[in-house]
């Protein structure tokens, strides 16, 4: 009997082996990392601050985290890992060929993540309601300027998720080139886990 080497060129265009392939490489491309390694940098700087002033004031975050609403806090993290969730479903079903399901997964992401900036603004609400601003304790001051930060993130990260749409709609991705999904894969789920330290900092262990 005759074996078919793996080096084939029919076997090495198969989806299996362009994905078995894509795990041997860095996802996106180096420019987004640049920009994820300067995302985790300015959000390091932000928590020694943060650190810096639970040290100094341990009472102040006590109380300031049992004021806070750990109902938002919790739906804007489900909201967050779901989107990831979809996201990372879209990069999995683009690298197996399977265009029509990577679209709908990532339509299925954007619009959860869409949910995040509406969930935020309820929770601004609330504070306010409760009397809550940034001028209402040290605490409150580090809240505001690291949960707006990464507001500020992950629009950016929305905003990119519609463009790789637009372009994935456009036909500019197949299973061998998808790097700007990737690329934005890569970067929604850093602004995930920056928040996931956020709420585990101000919801959970302060």
């Known amino acids: 009997m005759t074996t078919v080497a793996m080096t084939s060129p029919a076997l090495q265009n198969t989806p299996l082996l362009n994905q078995e392939q894509s795990l041997g490489r860095i996802p996106g491309n180096k420019g987004i990392w640049v ?8 959000f390091l700087v932000l928590f020694i601050v943060y650190f810096v002033a639970r040290a100094h004031f341990p009472a102040d975050f006590e109380q300031g985290a049992n004021s806070l609403s750990r109902f938002y806090g919790t739906i804007i993290t489900l909201l967050m890992v779901t989107s990831s969730f979809f996201i990372a479903c879209s990069v999995v079903t683009m690298r197996a060929g399977l265009r029509r399901a990577s679209i709908a997964w990532l339509v299925a992401g954007l619009l959860v993540a869409l949910g995040y900036p509406v969930a935020k603004l309820f929770e601004f609400q609330w504070n306010l309601t409760h009397g809550i601003t940034g001028e209402s304790g040290i605490f409150f001051t580090v809240y505001y300027y690291l949960t707006l930060n990464h ?18 709609l456009a036909g500019g991705y197949s299973s061998d080139e998808h790097s700007g999904l990737e690329a934005l894969a890569s970067y929604w789920h850093a602004t995930d886990i920056i928040w996931l330290v956020i709420f585990s900092l101000f919801y959970v262990l302060a």
């Open 35 to 42: 920009g994820i390694t300067c995302e985790f940098v300015e």
């Open 151 to 168: 507001l500020v993130h992950a629009t950016w990260g929305i905003l990119g998720i519609l463009w790789v749409l637009v372009r994935h």
